[in-house]
């Protein structure tokens, strides 16, 4: 398809950003610097929450309407002839978008895996791979190491990589990828290091230093939790890695990561009188960041947990952590999630052991019971339930990187 349309994928520099979980908030993170520095920056994430112009934008805004029209009439034929996926299909119409609107810059969410996945066509500036975890099993293969593979799919030829936090034997795995192809690399931990976290409801802060110096700066991220600290020292040790003509000064990485917003990631929002929390945890590894990042703020109780996990997904090793953190949990179903993939609440209820669970199958009825019996409403399990509740609470995505109301 890019073939077809001019090889738009060539026609700006990029930044390709994969692993498991973190690599959105990363990608937010890294477009976010590099416009502080003066450069013109294309997003490309997926899935969205509310709307699929959050997928493409430039600047924190949705690409023009009129260059998206263009640009998907242009490839239409060409995804039609080869049959194309549908996210083989929006991949390429990112990019040609970007192209067409002449940024700078892309920075590139991998959609899953790595070394097959389409946005592996691009040629980058750096590959990060933030973490490795347990997902999308059936896709990577049935054991962390045969997921870390394929996400080491992205490491190139001479291309440098930068690696976020990862068990002995995933970073193994992609030092020794990356020793094949003669990639440098470099390592949160041992390149860079974060230090003295302090986790509030307006932001975390830590201390990161790096490659240009031993003293540690500080720096103050909107998004929550020890994780988001890590993603943000992995962000400015992406930075400090890019090629010299490209890299940011010290200056834009504590600007553009004090600006990142980055919807649905322990967003906290005021509705109707109580406190609400949404977070799109999707995987055991997130879920248990949520419990962890719950337990270090002072949220008013109680604590209500409205959960809408798809089936396909380990839910049983996702529950465990958000119900040990909620006074009452309320299982229900997120109605944009795809029939096939949707689970069974009352089949899951009858499998939890304890008190403190009911179903409540439609999303707006869930989350209005939630309100009746908590303070603190935590929305969770998906993407699809947490935009379908940004939907029926009214919370606008308006600019991907607007404040959001706390």
């Not at 790595?114 to 691009?122: E, F, M």
């Not at 080491?152 to 690696?163: C, D, E, R």
């Not at 440098?184 to 932001?203: F, K, M, S, T, W």
């Not at 600290?229 to 553009?256: H, K, M, Y």
Request: proline share 6%; glycine share 10%; charged share 20%.
């Amino acid at each position: 398809m890019l073939q077809s349309v001019g090889r738009p994928h060539m026609a700006f520099r990029s930044i390709h950003v994969g692993g498991t979980n973190g690599k959105g908030s990363v990608a937010a993170m890294l477009a976010r610097v590099l416009e502080a520095s003066g450069q013109r920056v294309g997003l490309y994430t997926s899935p969205h929450l509310v709307d699929f112009g959050e997928r493409i934008t430039i600047s924190g805004k949705p690409v023009e309407p009129a260059i998206l029209e263009a640009s998907a009439k242009r490839l239409e034929p060409f995804a039609k002839e080869l049959e194309a996926t549908f996210f083989e299909a929006t991949t390429a119409l990112a990019f040609l978008c970007f192209a067409k609107s002449e940024v700078d810059f892309v920075v590139a969410e991998v959609g899953l895996g790595g070394r097959l996945d389409s946005t592996n066509v691009l040629l980058p500036e750096l590959a990060v791979i933030t973490q490795v975890a347990w997902d999308h099993g059936d896709y990577l293969g049935g054991s962390l190491e045969s997921i870390a593979r394929e996400k080491a799919g992205i490491i190139k030829p001479g291309i440098p990589l930068v690696l976020g936090p990862l068990s002995p034997e995933s970073a193994r795995i992609m030092r020794r990828r990356a020793r094949r192809a003669a990639a440098p690399v470099l390592e949160l931990g041992v390149d860079a290091q974060v230090r003295n976290v302090q986790v509030a409801q307006d932001g975390t802060t830590l201390d990161y230093s790096g490659l240009r110096s031993r003293r540690a700066t500080t720096l103050s991220c909107p998004l929550l939790g020890q994780h988001q600290a890590e993603n943000a020292g992995l962000a400015a040790l992406a930075a400090e890695g890019l090629p010299s003509a490209w890299r940011p000064a010290a200056a834009d990485i504590v600007a553009g990561i004090g600006e990142t917003e980055w919807p649905g990631r322990m967003q906290i929002e005021r509705r109707h009188g109580r406190l609400w929390v949404l977070d799109v945890a999707h995987n055991p590894a997130a879920m248990e960041a949520l419990a962890r990042t719950l337990a270090s703020l002072e949220l008013p109780g109680p604590l209500a947990a409205v959960i809408a996990i798809l089936g396909d997904k380990p839910w049983r090793e996702m529950l465990s952590p958000i119900l040990a953190s909620a006074e009452r949990s309320i299982f229900t179903v997120a109605p944009s999630a795809p029939i096939d993939r949707r689970w069974d609440p009352h089949r899951v209820a009858a499998s939890v052991s304890g008190g403190g669970v009911e179903v409540v199958e439609d999303l707006c009825g869930a989350l209005e019971r939630a309100a009746e019996v908590a303070s603190t409403i935590v929305v969770t399990g998906s993407n699809h339930t947490v935009g379908d509740a940004m939907k029926h609470l009214g919370i606008g995505m308006g600019l991907l990187y607007s404040k959001s109301l706390r």
